[in-house]
């Protein structure tokens, strides 16, 4: 091959690949097939808002909604609240608290949103679209040197922020609170996908 049909070819070479990373960056179908993304591709492109608060300090906000519910709302608080002065570190069993976490997180949810007390009867009231990929939790950060403290946890899509009614006190994240030591998810609304235990490894 002669000089002239070298650089021809390298040219032509050259003009594919500038090409071909053109039509992979504009297309996220093709850019997730080729390069491989963590989960779902464009479930990590979302644009999320991250929020979390000190269970101790919703309590005067919530029963400012639902104050014909006061006792309820602030024992099921105090008793979480025992839970994590009580027990001791790492002996936790979560299912002392399950059924405060489930009686709350509705109500919580219901504030958010702007739902009186009767709606929070309403099953489809509290039905959550499943693409809207919104979550409520209560998770405990199990700090040994700092403490442990209960806090409610939210992830909401920012397309939807304009929707909820949240306090501008809440602490806003720089982003999600995953792969963090010592914290933990007790309880989710809507409620995480457990594993199926009876799946055997591959």
Known sequence: MNRRSMIIVLAGFVVGLLTGMV????????????????????????????????????EEWLVEYYPDTTEDLKLT??????????????????ALVEEDI???????????????????AEPENLKIDEESEFSLCVALDDDPYMGATMYLYLTVPKEQLEDMEIPKEWEELKEAKTNVIYWTLLGCFPELEKPDKEAEPE
């Not at 979302?46 to 608060?53: E, H, I």
């Not at 608080?77 to 979560?94: G, I, N, Q, S, Y």
């Not at 489930?102 to 929070?120: Q, R």
């Open 23 to 58: 039509l992979v960056s504009t297309s996220e179908d093709l850019s997730d097939s080729l390069l491989g993304a963590p989960g779902d591709g464009k479930k990590d492109k979302k644009d999320f808002a991250y929020f979390q608060v000190p269970l101790a300090d919703i």
């Open 77 to 94: 608080v105090d008793t979480m609240a025992k839970f994590v002065d009580d027990e001791a570190l790492f002996d936790r069993d979560f």
């Open 102 to 120: 489930s009686y709350l997180l509705p109500y919580v949810y219901g504030a958010l949103t702007g739902l009186e007390e009767e709606d929070l």
